[in-house]
């Protein structure tokens, strides 16, 4: 029986795992693959659901992380996807802070083996935020070191900007990392896909699992009763803790027109959203103080 390819999309928040989802659906349609995705995200609304087309099978897992809380039910979503459909391939984006070895042990559950043929593990690494990330929480560099060294290709992402020390740093952090492992920089997650998509999963190497509670990284919802000034609330980004590691959600700027926002080690980003989405975001980070948080958003609203 033909096995299902499966590539398990890993990467701490913010990284461009989506990104790179985009162009590995729109290569596969052109392969004429049947292809289906399984999402998880650790906030209780979808949001990066959006990014995959109407056409394609998706199932989603929210509120919760697919490599601890969720794994039973990654599992059940995964046998599901098989059955409904006669699948080429399956991609599984990770959230960010899921263990890629987790996630890579849910898909070899004895219940999946005759379906699926687990091609390997992507990370996509933020290259500005692992460069700087001294200013993060002990666990959470963990998590960034344990998705660079279990990758079966490592993508540093968002390096358009980069001194050429920094270049330097990088490629010897992959080789320190993991040695022999297909590395590359790239911008907008641009990669060779058809290099991507003949991956091969290396032996596994013990891994040091981070429990979610060890990584006390919290979602937050925040519904918006209006629009608000687009100066202002860049203002009160700019202010925010760096422990905030992720917002994204929909937002109504003083022109009256919705975006879908995204923000993601300092970066703010605008798409022009056509439909009527409820005006909400999910803050992601440690130590989220929902109470000042909340308090600042309020006085944003026109
Ligand atoms: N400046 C810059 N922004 C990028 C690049 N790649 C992706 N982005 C932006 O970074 C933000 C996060 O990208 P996503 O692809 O959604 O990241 P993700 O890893 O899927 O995020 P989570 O699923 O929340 O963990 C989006 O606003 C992207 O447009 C890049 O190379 N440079």
Not at 9 to 14: I, R, S, V
Not at 48 to 54: E, I, M, Y
Not at 192 to 217: F, G, Y
Request: aromatic share 6%; hydrophobic share 40%; proline share 4%.
């Amino acid at each position: 029986m033909k096995k299902v390819n499966v590539l398990i999309l890993a990467g701490f928040l913010g990284s461009g795992k989506t990104t790179l989802l985009k162009q590995i659906l729109q290569r596969e349609k052109e392969m004429n693959h049947k292809t289906a995705v399984l999402m998880n995200e650790l906030g209780e609304v979808s949001i990066d659901s959006d990014a995959v087309p109407s056409d394609v099978p998706l199932k989603e897992l929210l509120n919760g992380c697919i490599c601890c809380s969720l794994s039973d039910q990654l599992e059940k979503q995964l046998w599901g996807l098989c059955k409904e459909n006669e699948l080429d391939t399956l991609i599984i984006e990770a959230t960010g802070a899921a263990h890629p070895i987790d996630v890579l042990d849910a898909c070899l559950s004895p219940y999946l083996l005759d379906e699926l043929h687990v091609a390997g593990i992507i990370s996509v690494m933020d290259a500005p935020r692992w460069l700087n990330r001294d200013t993060m929480s002990v666990q959470s560099k963990m998590l960034m070191i344990e998705q660079i060294k279990h990758a079966d290709y490592l993508i540093w992402n968002k390096t358009g900007d980069l001194k050429k020390e920094e270049i330097q740093q990088l490629k010897d952090d992959a080789a320190r990392l993991n040695e022999g492992t297909p590395s590359i920089l790239t911008d907008l997650a641009k990669v060779d896909l058809d290099a991507l998509m003949n991956l091969t999963r290396k032996e596994r190497k013990k891994h040091q699992s981070i429990p979610a509670e060890k990584l006390k990284v919290k979602t937050w919802v925040y519904p918006f009763k209006g629009a608000v000034k687009k100066e202002a609330f860049e203002n009160w980004l700019r202010e925010m803790p760096s422990s905030i590691y992720r917002i994204k959600g929909y937002i109504k700027l003083e022109d009256e027109q919705i975006y879908l926002f995204q923000y993601s080690y300092g970066l703010p980003n605008y798409e022009k959203e056509f439909m009527k989405m409820p005006l909400r975001l999910v803050f992601i980070g440690e130590n989220l103080d929902t109470a000042i948080l909340k308090n600042g958003l309020e006085k944003l609203v026109i």
